[in-house]
């Protein structure tokens, strides 16, 4: 699987932006996936993951209820709706993913990396 993100941009604090991440192969489905994020100066940090058939999702508690992860297996994509952007929100966004079992917050656990998309939230 190779992973190809997307949707990045500028926007004011209070707005929204809509990543994507599209993923190559064909057993999409059997993989969990996570959004992690990369500010300068600071270590990666968990966002969001959700489980290979999208039944349940894990988020960062601070972007718990601000953004929501999902999935199109059809289309093999992955998306992170961000909403209520706040400028500690800027940040490189990556998305991976795990063969492991269950929704994991653990970055060592993500094998598969993309490139990340810039984010970044004016004050």
């Known amino acids: 699987v190779q992973l190809q993100a997307s949707g990045g941009g500028t926007v004011q604090a209070g707005g929204s932006l809509r990543l994507s991440c599209a993923a190559s192969?064909?057993?999409?489905?059997?993989?969990?996936m996570a959004w992690f994020r990369q500010a300068p100066g600071k270590e990666r940090e968990f966002v969001a993951a959700i489980t290979g058939s999208g039944r349940n999702q894990m988020y960062a508690d601070s972007v718990k209820g601000r953004f929501i992860i999902s999935r199109d297996n059809a289309k093999n994509m992955v998306h992170l709706q961000m909403n209520t952007l706040k400028p500690e929100d800027t940040a490189i966004y990556l998305c991976?993913?795990?063969?492991?079992?269950?929704?994991?917050?653990?970055?060592?656990?993500?094998?598969?990396w993309g490139q990340g998309t810039q984010v970044t939230v004016s004050s």
């Open positions: 991976a993913a795990t063969t492991a079992i269950g929704v994991t917050s653990n970055e060592y656990t993500y094998k598969l």
């Open positions: 192969g064909r057993t999409f489905s059997s993989y969990g």
